[in-house]
């Protein structure tokens, strides 16, 4: 920019004026120090923002995330020896035999930001020192894991989900009633399965605890009519906030992915009132938050303190208050494991439970992941699968495991809802 500016002429004292371009006048005076400090800034602030952009775009990108777990996955079926092509290719053992036992690995390669696939040689590599044949399916879409496990072969010894209560409940929902064992690595958020029954972390403690075969006969959930679930569905607060996670989620959920479907659901919940009948009886008619649990871990927290995945019932927790007040008591008694005791909160046991409301579209959410509206009918599946689980776990848990035929049939006529201070034959708080 050009800029003119007057001193007094050294012959004549007349007042010249002269340019601030180089050559065709007197100097210009330097810039103030601040502009030069700003314009510093700014050119910093705009070498950050481009680095964001080509660096960082893979972590927030969607497109970019599956691509970046894509070719991860296509060099590590490379450097095992299997096939190049698709994500989701099968990898078998050098030297497979049909009659060989084979353990099924089924990947899901975003969760924990790819630590399941991080964790893929160590597995087979144990599980091949153990004398089994291993097939690897890494999954690109929702869905695929339950495909997967759909028909499996008679020398299949153990179908493995590495991944999420997600990636789990799919591997359940596609082996339904056929007898081979499922086993859990767990890579996810929560990991509420994987917590409870202390399921190893390491891959060499996990390939072991594979090969001891030391399986329980566990109970699972089903919603009539949807899918099955191996810890727990939620209606009220907690369902709305994994319904509005579901429509901008992209990828893996990290706990931080929460902060953005809370606050929307802090603005737009309406706490609606459900009615709970369990085993055919009303009990309560206008509860704000209803959790049915098969297992006492429920997020962060034991919702069902006296739940068991293996005494053919379900848990219903009844929170009675609406109100955001009433929601912090009931999480942090949660927290604390004494919500049971509030005056407020009925804690029931049951094999049905049917939820109703008169509002309109109140969802249901099924292991963390959205499982459609109210109303809405459980019921538990006795001994339904063989979970593979430590021996020290499989000692204390009640149910030995069995084939399916082995199994004692269900009493055909329900059991009476009981509370839980009727519940003698064990400690309620632990």
């Not at 030995?400 to 009981?418: F, L």
Request: proline letters at 7%; charged letters at 25%; glycine letters at 8%.
């Amino acid at each position: 920019m050009t800029t003119a500016r007057s001193r007094p002429n050294d012959d004549t004292g007349r007042v010249a004026t002269g340019s601030c371009r180089e050559g065709e006048g007197p100097r210009c005076p330097r810039p103030p120090v601040r502009n030069r400090i700003v314009a510093l800034l700014v050119f910093v602030l705009q070498l950050l923002v481009l680095a964001f952009r080509r660096l960082l775009r893979p972590l927030y990108d969607a497109e970019s995330r599956r691509a970046r777990h894509a070719r991860l996955a296509r060099q590590l079926l490379l450097l095992e020896g299997g096939p190049a092509g698709k994500v989701s290719s099968v990898l078998h053992g050098s030297r497979a035999r049909p009659s060989r036992r084979k353990v099924k690995i089924i990947v899901n390669p975003v969760s924990g930001r790819g630590a399941g696939l991080r964790a893929i040689p160590r597995l087979r590599r144990g599980l091949r020192e153990l004398g089994y044949d291993v097939e690897i399916v890494v999954t690109e879409r929702a869905g695929q894991a339950e495909e997967a496990c759909f028909g499996l072969e008679s020398n299949v010894a153990a179908v493995v989900a590495v991944g999420g209560d997600g990636t789990l409940n799919e591997v359940i929902n596609g082996v339904g009633d056929q007898p081979t064992p499922i086993a859990v690595y767990s890579t996810g958020t929560a990991n509420c399965i994987g917590t409870e029954f202390e399921i190893p972390r390491e891959p060499e403690l996990f390939c072991r605890m594979i090969d001891e075969g030391c399986a329980v006969c566990l109970d699972v959930a089903e919603v009539v009519g949807r899918r099955r679930f191996h810890s727990f569905a939620g209606v009220g607060f907690d369902a709305k906030v994994v319904e509005e996670l579901s429509k901008v989620r992209t990828g893996a959920i990290l706990m931080s992915a929460y902060i953005r479907p809370i606050l929307t659901a802090l603005r737009s919940y309406k706490w609606p009132r459900v009615a709970v009948e369990v085993d055919g009886e009303t009990i309560r008619s206008e509860a704000s938050f209803v959790i049915v649990s098969n297992i006492r871990t429920y997020a962060i927290m034991e919702a069902a303190p006296a739940a068991s995945a293996t005494d053919g019932l379900l848990d219903i927790c009844i929170f009675e208050k609406p109100g955001w007040l009433a929601l912090a008591r009931y999480a942090l008694g949660a927290f604390t494991r004494t919500h049971t005791l509030d005056h407020d909160v009925v804690y029931v046991q049951g094999r049905h439970v049917r939820l109703s409301t008169a509002a309109d579209r109140v969802p249901i959410q099924i292991d963390g992941d959205q499982g459609g509206y109210l109303p809405a009918e459980l019921r538990v599946l006795p001994g339904a699968i063989r979970f593979l689980v430590p021996a020290h776990v499989q000692a204390r848990l009640t149910r030995p495991a069995s084939r399916p035929q082995d199994r004692p049939r269900p009493a055909e006529t329900p059991t009476r809802s009981r509370p839980l201070a009727q519940r003698r034959d064990r400690a309620v708080l632990a």
